[in-house]
Antibody, heavy 124, light 105 residues
């Protein structure tokens, strides 16, 4: 059974930094692209970042480019999102999400499994 | 950025009836369109991808159609567990989501 379990959320002030983790199980971790998707009442669902299975390719939404860094440790079956220079508009539930099929050279960009989500609140 | 627009925002339907949800893209996304269902406190659940292919385990009462810029999700006979919020997502060019349609009793 595929499981994705996020952790690391919390309340922090504007300008702060935070690292989210997503522990995965139930599939061959290194062969699937993984993404972070966030959801807020203001902006709805927003794809934040994606990383290829091998970890050698990443992409970001314009809204987080230069502030967020996605990474993965295939030896630990764990996905990360390092967030810095946080803003109030980054407040959201952050989900990690899995591509539906293995894709060695890219990603599909839709998601067959999602974690339960972790809340990040940026407020002074 | 491709903007996805869903209609209506809220749809009131009775159990056993048919529901039709619409989704428009601001430019062609070919058939790279997915539908998700989300219930309160839960993550989205993939229903349809490739505009019309049901995901694993999704009942046959869910069907998707369309291509280019206009798409439809149809639920043929609503069950009590189908009342939720539905989102479309294009993944042709840096995936973007619609604002959602709330399906209520």
């Amino acid at each position: 059974e595929v499981q994705l379990l996020e952790s690391g959320g919390g309340l922090l002030q504007p300008g702060g930094s935070l690292r989210l983790s997503c522990a995965a199980s139930g599939f061959t971790f290194s062969t699937y692209a993984l993404s972070w998707v966030r959801q807020s009442p203001r902006k709805g669902l927003e794809w934040v970042s994606v990383i290829r299975g091998s970890g050698d390719g990443t992409d970001y939404a314009d809204s987080v480019k230069g502030r967020f860094t996605i990474s993965r440790d295939n030896s630990k079956n764990t996905l990360y999102l390092q967030m810095s220079s946080l803003r109030a508009e980054d407040t959201a539930v952050y989900y990690c999400a899995k591509d539906p099929l293995p894709y060695s050279s890219g990603y599909y960009g839709f998601f067959d499994y999602w974690g339960q989500g972790v809340l990040v609140t940026v407020s002074s | 950025e491709i903007v996805m627009t869903q209609s209506p925002d809220t749809l009131s339907v009775s159990p056993g009836e048919r529901a039709t949800l619409s989704c428009w893209a601001s430019q062609s996304v070919t058939s790279n369109l997915a539908w998700y269902q989300q219930k309160p406190g839960q993550a989205p659940r993939l229903l349809i991808y490739g505009a019309s292919t049901r995901a694993t385990g999704i009942p046959a009462r869910f069907s998707g159609s369309g291509s280019g810029t206009e798409f439809t999700l149809t639920i043929s006979s609503l069950q009590s567990e189908d009342f939720a919020v539905y989102y479309c997502q294009q993944y042709n060019n840096w995936g973007t989501f619609g604002q959602g349609t709330k399906l209520e009793i």
